[in-house]
């Protein structure tokens, strides 16, 4: 069990939802970079060898996505974080008798924290229709291991999406109706298709963990040379943006539709590796990899409240540097950048009854897969706590205070779902945000889970920013508290640098550097 004196942080870096964007990464072949003409002549090929060989009810015109030539049989990734091997995945996109594709994902992650090893499997199964422009038929999203089990089987039908979750131990649940889900067979594999065409290609992928549809675009980029097996080679460069991760994706193709690497930002890296290597992984623990070391410890003016400390940091991009009331920025001349953290209440003037209006227009009241704030558990739960409470703040601190006290600090049982949560009563930082952000918005407290880093020094004595999260909730003003810490104001050793599911922090992780403590 980890030390209870560092916070517990499960490094998810958005990799799920990313899967999608990955149909193909096999082995490397030393090839130069691929002419849109020699992809055409491949694709015509493999698209005339898959309808020989589907029957004759299937022969159509098929999505670019199946005619772009790809190694057969599926393809193995080795993931790296920071040069450390911590999972890997496999994929697939292949067609059907009676025109159909499938495509097939399915990420294993796997590291050391502390004295306990975290696995986490994530697995998709997609049917489209096959031909251009296809539509997504049905879905099945499994997910297994640390943040729990459970299934989600999708279906399109006239009306929408139908979606039944499956829980061991639960009733199976149908999820409210969905509207249909706009993701088409092209959009399974953006990277070829758009090396195919030449040009840039924009869709809409159904996230596997939110159900969510986001916007993806993949651009070809200028080829690039590398070197590979002690040659130089060049390989075609495919970038794609998902409008939820926002992390530019990079992966460099061969001649013949192999992918050799994938890049996610600076520090996570996929390695097309066979099934054998791919398989066998590094036992990497992730909080001593990814902690941000500090020149020297905070001072103790950091822990008041009110309270607050600058950091001179480096590596910290520009559109992280976006002044809030808490942190404020000064660049330096040598590209550094001045941070400065506070922390206080909110003003007794500015606070507010509740239900309190979302100033962003509801996002933060929504209820969602995994908040799920509508949850009759989580609803009265949440009653029985604040009882009659009004005061959106008062309110706040009292759910804050239930869950810190009231879930098992435990990392090993985890669990993606605040009903999951409230079951089970324990978990890391991350559960007891999404059970307080969950019912505070239960109560009509617009809140959301804060991503950043927290002061810690721990068991080796070196000063260190560890990986965190913790709660946001409007009260009138925003105000920020830590129910893993019980902190009814989290203090100005908190660094917030996005919201829970942005993978857009995850370039800061083995970048980011302190260089002076004020």
């Not at 008041?304 to 540097?321: D, I, R, S």
């Amino acid at each position: 069990m980890p030390s209870m004196n560092r916070p517990m942080r499960r490094t998810r870096l958005g990799l799920l939802s990313l899967l999608a964007l990955l149909t193909g990464a096999p082995a490397p072949a030393w090839a130069q970079a691929p002419s849109s003409a020699a992809l055409k002549s491949q694709a015509k090929a493999a698209a005339t060898q898959a309808q020989q060989q589907a029957p004759a009810s299937q022969a159509q015109e098929l999505s670019d996505a199946l005619k772009a030539p790809r190694p057969k049989g599926g393809e193995y990734f080795g993931l790296y974080l920071m040069d450390k091997k911590v999972g890997w995945f496999f994929t697939d996109l292949t067609a059907l008798p009676g025109g159909k594709a499938q495509s097939i994902n399915e990420l294993i992650f796997k590291a050391q924290v502390g004295t306990r090893v975290s696995e986490r499997v994530h697995r998709e199964v997609r049917v489209y229709e096959a031909k251009p422009g296809g539509r997504l038929l049905s879905f099945t999203v499994t997910q297994r291991g640390d943040g729990g089990d459970q299934e989600l089987v999708g279906t399109a039908t006239a009306d929408g999406l139908r979606v039944v979750r499956k829980r061991p131990g639960q009733p199976e649940e149908v999820l409210k109706p969905m509207p249909a889900p706009k993701e088409t067979v092209d959009d399974a594999d953006q990277a070829r298709v758009a090396l195919l065409r030449g040009k840039k290609v924009e869709g809409v992928l159904l996230d596997g963990t939110d159900l969510e549809g986001y916007r993806t675009v993949t651009t070809v980029e200028a080829p690039e040379e590398q070197v590979l097996g002690g040659v130089k080679v060049k390989l075609a460069r495919v970038s794609t943006l998902s409008d939820k991760e926002k992390v530019p994706v990079a992966a460099f193709l061969t001649t013949d539709g192999k992918m050799v690497r994938v890049d996610f930002g600076q520090t996570m890296q996929a390695r097309a590796e066979s099934e054998s290597v791919a398989k066998r992984m590094d036992l990497v623990e992730v909080f001593g990899l990814t902690r941000v070391v500090l020149p020297k410890p905070l001072p103790a003016k950091a822990r008041e409240v009110p309270g607050q400390v600058t950091l001179v940091m480096k590596n910290l991009p520009a559109k992280f540097q976006q002044d809030t009331y808490r942190q404020k920025y000064k660049p330096l001349p040598d590209g550094r950048v001045e941070v400065t953290l506070m922390a206080a209440p909110p003003a007794p003037k500015g606070r507010k009854p509740r239900p309190v209006a979302d100033p962003d227009g509801g996002a933060n009241l929504k209820s969602t897969l995994a908040v799920e704030s509508e949850a009759p558990a989580i609803v009265a739960q949440a009653r029985s706590i604040i009882r009659e409470e009004k005061d959106a703040y008062t309110a706040a601190r009292m759910l804050s205070a239930w869950v810190y006290s009231n879930l098992q600090k435990d990392y090993g049982a985890s669990a993606d779902r605040a009903t999951d949560v409230l079951r089970q009563k324990k978990g890391d930082c991350t559960e007891h945000s999404l059970l307080t952000v969950a019912m505070m918005r239960a109560s009509g407290i617009p809140a959301r889970r804060v991503d950043g880093v927290i002061y810690m020094v721990n068991a080796d004595g070196v000063p260190a920013l560890y990986w965190h999260e913790w709660v946001e909730a409007w009260v009138g003003e925003w105000t920020q508290l830590d129910p893993t810490f019980n902190q009814p104001v989290a203090d100005a050793t908190h660094f917030a640098v996005g919201y829970e599911g942005n993978a857009e922090i995850t370039p800061l992780i083995g970048s980011l550097q302190v260089t002076d403590v004020k």
